[in-house]
């Protein structure tokens, strides 16, 4: 089946600093691709929608300069989280959809900012 | 605003039973329904889904069944077993193609035990 690869599983930052975190379409091409956050015990929120070749949709509430989002290609999207702060710490996944297999995700990066 | 909505945190069934996780949404707009299952740390994992012009969908021991007058689905597990225990998302999208994010509820936490 189609499979979205991501990097990292698992980071940690100083605050301040910036972390990038990619997705990769894995023998697909990934058109759209959606970003998503997950802090404990609430629901996967959609962060914005990553269109290739164009800019990001953000979803409301979603700070786009500190949330940048660029998907140069059809099967990478990535996300870099400026400036964090450890209140940015959260469950990152992204999701892309193929056409026989459906929606896909990443097996997620856990960012924690010290 | 919560457009998916799962009620009940956490079940708890024994090994052979049934397990019934349920699921409403507000938005009328909605006509694809998924289930993910998801471990801690993992990206969701697809279960099965369902489409507005159908009522229900068995795959093996997984059945959902779509009530749109209710807006209400559920998954039924049967019979329960102890790899099932996990996080069960519902999510709704309007449409199935690429374009559409899902939605998600926050999840029930499903306990098998033996």
């Known amino acids: 089946g189609a499979v979205v690869s991501q990097h990292p599983s698992w980071v940690i930052c100083k605050s301040g600093t910036s972390v990038k975190i990619e997705c990769r379409s894995l023998d697909f091409q990934a058109t759209t691709m959606f970003w998503y956050r997950q802090f404990p015990k609430q629901s996967l929120m959609l962060m914005a929608t990553?269109?290739?070749?164009?800019?990001?949709?953000?979803e409301q509430g979603v700070e786009k300069d500190k949330f940048l989002i660029n998907h140069a290609s059809l099967t990478l999207s990535t996300l870099t989280v400026t400036s964090a702060h450890p209140e940015d710490s959260s469950f990152y996944i992204c999701?892309?959809?193929?056409?026989?297999?459906?929606?896909?995700f990443g097996s997620g990066t856990r960012l924690t900012v010290v | 605003d919560q457009q998916v909505k799962q009620n009940s945190p956490s079940l708890s069934v024994q090994e052979g039973r049934i397990s019934i996780l349920n699921c409403d949404y507000t938005n009328s707009m909605f006509d694809y329904f998924l289930w993910y299952k998801k471990y801690p740390a993992e990206g969701p994992t697809f279960l099965i889904s369902?489409?507005?012009?159908?009522d229900k969908n068995e795959d093996g021991r997984f059945t959902v069944f779509l009530n749109k007058s209710a807006k209400h689905l559920s998954l039924h597990i049967v019979p329960s077993q102890p790899g099932d225990s996990a996080v069960y998302f519902c999510a709704a999208s309007v449409g199935s193609n690429s374009g559409y994010a899902l939605n998600f509820g926050k999840g029930t936490s499903l306990l098998v035990t033996p």
């Open positions: 999701s892309a959809r193929e056409e026989i297999y459906g929606y896909t």
């Open positions: 369902i489409s507005s012009i159908k």
């Open positions: 990553s269109n290739e070749g164009s800019k990001a949709t953000y």
